[in-house]
């Protein structure tokens, strides 16, 4: 007979807590198949999982409303915050109905439970002390050596003092005159290839003839946020798209200008399915884009793909006849990171275009758009780092409308620049945000809307960023724009307003960008080390910076990069008041009513045959924390979770009321009743649907992740 009592066989809990697939699929569905709904459960990265959730509608529901949404991704992810799994960092969520294949909805989340921020505080103490560790050792080996050579390193320059004082004067400078004279450098350097080695293949070098002044050294880059030239542009402008960038002369006399293209151009009738808004604008409208000095666009957006395969390629082909460049999509996941290397007057300018989708990204055999991943995004930088002499960074990011990034984009593009990159540009919420000033990098979150026709609203205020590139220095400043007819034009009376408005935006930085600004280039050897941006915890680290409104006749400030990219540098600190569209962590959660759309689902009345959850590796990078308050094996109660706020910075008493819209985009915040209902026996139904309730016990952060996010439609 054997005897295995001192054996230990896992429970369901921790092999969830461990990262175990079907371990945390039966954990969810443990909730969700008692209404009808089942969760399949894969994986994107280490770290990070995606839950796909098949309902069905009952009789009564036609289509699905943002609240029932809204409960239904806040239920999954307190499920997942329970678990206190230290190896859970973020979840995308989508959901579909049963028998069909379109997703319908598409959310990332990231969660912070106790167990995964005390892991990441103890990773960032390590680092810490690892740092001052090394520096103690650096400060002993310096005093050992003083101490071994002081003596005689000060005879030696003693002897040579009294020797030069006593020899005779003719010796003195028939030595000085014996040095060698300094080598001049060669009047004419190294050829370059007119080749660069990406991460995945060799690339030509692109020679940028066309420009304005060809006598002058100094090379102009603009970048300006979101073009749309359908719907309301087109009925607008008609045919007359020189028109356009009439008034726009300085984005003419730019030797690279650069837009976000938000619509493929196509005469393709056969949209993206389930969604809102498809833009596509005829072929010919790129004659806008020639004529108004366009000679890049970045194609990694939310609407590269809206007429799906056959719009992006008829959109490449005819971007490549008109001579205008671009970036972020292709034909293929090869074509789709590849950057574009842009000779410009003997300087050497690497472009890239990144969007956190990854089901409308590009695959070996699929046309698609750039899947922002971390590690995809390093590699791309440091293949090209010491090719080049500057490296531009476009991201499709954030939520719309947000004045205010949110902490994973500042965290992202701070990884941007740690790898290498000079300049990071970013674009989505069709509003102006703020810029900082990161390791002597300008980091410009979001340009807002440029010239956008998928709105009917043609008169706003803007601003484009103009980089100056001259003598291995780079000129950094905003410049103000106004809009009237979809026709933009440098802004005069309202340039001061429009300045300060973006120095306002940019006080919760560290150092924020002050425009205009000078920085010196990068050192000549490239980064060689990364550190993930998710491992270092977002806390306020300094004090929050005035505001400075700057003046058009503001000297230009001078600011030299960090001597090494492999520091380790703290977060820069965001505003923590709340601000219009900031993603304050009290704004995310969302309190339930005691009814919820569930009820009026037929548990059992679906017929689900859900895929098997993926077979994507999730290897624990480290031992799994013991939480304090572990997850029971039993059915949940939340009188076993904390009393407190675990990760709200504001009381629930301040939390901001959002009126409930079924037609709008945000989530809806009703209030909860102020007395608790009387103690009754519950079914299992109403034990699971408690899941739905007490927000104050909800421990998860909606907060997007540029890995995680799906694309949002505008």
């Known amino acids: ?77 307190h499920r997942i915050w329970k678990l206190n799994s230290a190896q859970i960092e973020g979840v995308r969520i989508a959901g579909k109905l049963a028998h069909e294949k379109a997703v319908l909805w598409e959310q990332g989340v990231r ?18 002390e690892l740092r001052q560790a090394a520096q103690q050792r650096s400060q ?71 420009v304005p002044d060809p006598n002058d050294p100094t090379v102009t880059l603009m970048f300006a946020g979101d073009v749309t030239l359908s719907d309301h542009f087109a009925d607008a402008i008609g045919q007359d798209y020189e028109r356009t960038f009439a008034n726009m002369d300085e984005y003419r006399k ?24 498809n833009f596509k604008a005829d072929p010919d409208s790129v004659k806008a884009l020639t004529s108004g000095g366009i000679s890049l666009v970045n194609l990694a957006n939310n609407h590269a793909m809206d007429y799906q395969e056959p719009g992006l390629l008829e959109t490449l082909e005819t971007l490549k006849n008109a001579g205008v460049e671009h970036v972020g999509a292709g034909r293929d996941v090869k074509e789709a990171r590849r950057p574009e290397i842009i000779d410009v007057k003997g300087q050497r300018v690497a472009y890239f275009g990144y969007y956190g989708a990854d089901f409308e990204s590009a695959n070996e055999n699929r046309a698609g758009t750039n899947y922002a991943d971390e590690q995809s995004i390093a590699e791309d930088i440091k293949a090209v780092r010491s090719q080049v002499d500057w490296v531009i960074v476009n991201y499709h990011w954030g939520e719309e409308l947000a004045t205010h990034p949110a902490d994973w984009q500042v965290n992202l593009a701070h990884f941007t620049i740690d790898q290498g990159a000079d300049v990071v540009v970013g674009h989505h919420p069709h509003v102006l945000q703020g810029a900082e000033i990161y390791k002597g990098r300008p980091i410009a979150y979001s340009m807002g809307n440029f010239i956008f026709g998928g709105n009917p609203r043609s008169d706003y205020d803007t601003a484009v960023l103009k980089v100056a590139l001259k003598d291995k220095q780079m000129k950094v400043e905003f410049v103000p724009v106004e809009v009237r007819g979809y026709q933009p034009k440098v802004a005069s009376e309202r340039s001061a307003e429009i300045l300060n408005h973006l120095a306002d935006l940019s006080s919760g930085f560290q150092q924020p ?5 000078a920085l010196e280039a990068r050192p000549s050897v490239p980064a060689t080390t990364a550190v993930t941006p998710t491992e270092q915890p977002v806390q306020p680290t300094g004090a929050i910076a005035s505001p400075e409104a700057p003046a058009t006749s503001t000297p230009t400030e001078t600011v030299a990069p960090s001597p090494s990219p492999n520091e380790s540098v703290q977060p820069t600190p965001l505003q923590k008041e709340k601000q219009p569209g900031f993603a304050n962590p009290s704004d995310s959660f969302i309190t339930s009513p005691n009814r919820t759309p569930l009820d009026s689902m037929q548990p059992g009345a679906n017929g689900f045959q859900g895929a098997t959850p993926s077979s994507d590796s999730m290897v624990p990078a480290t031992e799994p924390a013991q939480p304090n308050a572990p997850a029971s094996e039993a059915e949940p109660d939340h009188a076993s979770l904390p009393q407190k706020k675990l990760l709200s910075f504001v009381p629930s008493t301040q939390r901001r009321t959002v009126a409930a819209s079924p037609a709008s985009h945000s989530h809806s915040v009703p209030q909860p009743h102020p007395t608790p209902a009387p103690q009754k026996q519950t079914s299992a139904a109403e034990k699971h649907r408690n899941d739905w309730v007490a927000s104050e016990h909800v421990g998860a952060e909606l907060i997007p992740d540029v890995s995680l996010l799906a694309a949002m439609a505008w």
Request: aromatic residues 4%; charged residues 20%; contains cysteine.
């Open 140 to 210: 002993m080996k310096t005093m050992r050596s003083m101490l071994i050579s002081g003596p005689p390193i000060f005879a030696f320059v003693f002897g040579c003092v009294l020797g030069l004082s006593k020899a005779p004067s003719q010796e003195t400078n028939a030595i000085a005159s014996s040095s060698l004279p300094k080598a001049t450098p060669s009047p004419n350097p190294a050829v370059r290839p007119d080749t660069v080695q990406t991460a995945l293949e060799t690339v030509p070098v692109t020679k940028h003839d066309r």
């Open 513 to 517: 960008l002050r425009s205009p600004i």
């Open 254 to 277: 730019a030797d690279v200008g650069m837009v976000n293209l938000e619509n493929p151009l196509t005469r393709a009738t056969i949209p993206l399915p389930d969604k809102k808004f």
């Open 1 to 77: 007979m054997v005897y295995t009592d001192g054996v230990h066989h896992p429970s369901l809990v921790e092999l969830a807590r461990a990262g175990n697939f079907q371990a945390i699929a039966h954990w969810l569905n443990s909730v969700l198949m008692p209404h009808g709904m089942r969760a399949s459960v894969g994986g994107i990265r280490p770290g990070c999982l995606k839950v796909l959730v098949e309902f069905a509608l009952s009789p009564e529901q036609h289509e699905l409303s943002d609240p029932w949404r809204s409960q239904l991704i806040r239920l999954i992810c």
């Open 111 to 128: 969660v912070v439970s106790p167990a995964r921020r005390a892991r990441k505080q103890r990773s960032q103490q390590l680092r810490t």
